[in-house]
């Protein structure tokens, strides 16, 4: 029965409500380029950042600076969306995660900055980096 709902609600033209979404912001450094951060971070990203961040299931050997800079690059997988640099915009996940990791000592700060001013604002009970 909820089948044939379904599909007459789908041929008498009747959409499925709008998808919500939280809006992306924008963070600019000095120099002009810009970091796009994703609106929403899920419960599960919040917990899997929460216990990188702490250093569970970490491999003995790491240190507490390993396990910062893990969540930080954690935290920077799951809400970047786009980072312009120099007018050249980088949008795939794997591009940005690489192009974070040869960032001078300048870009990361911007980068830190902008995740912790982010959280603060739109999930102020996740501990930024």
Known sequence: MARRKRDRR???G?????KLTAPDSDYE???GNVLTLRGSLTAGA??????TR??????????????EQRSFELLF????VRW???GAPIEAQRELLARLRVADRRE?????????RHCKESFPEVQAP
């Open 10 to 12: 789908r041929q008498d």
């Open 14 to 18: 009747s959409a499925r409500p709008p």
């Open 29 to 31: 450094d000095d120099q």
């Open 46 to 51: 919040r917990r899997e950042y929460a216990q």
């Open 54 to 67: 702490a250093g569970r299931g970490a491999r003995p050997a790491e240190t507490r600076e390993d396990a």
């Open 77 to 80: 997988e799951r809400l970047a």
């Open 84 to 86: 312009q640099i120099a």
């Open 108 to 116: 990361r700060e911007f980068v830190r900055d902008a995740l912790r």
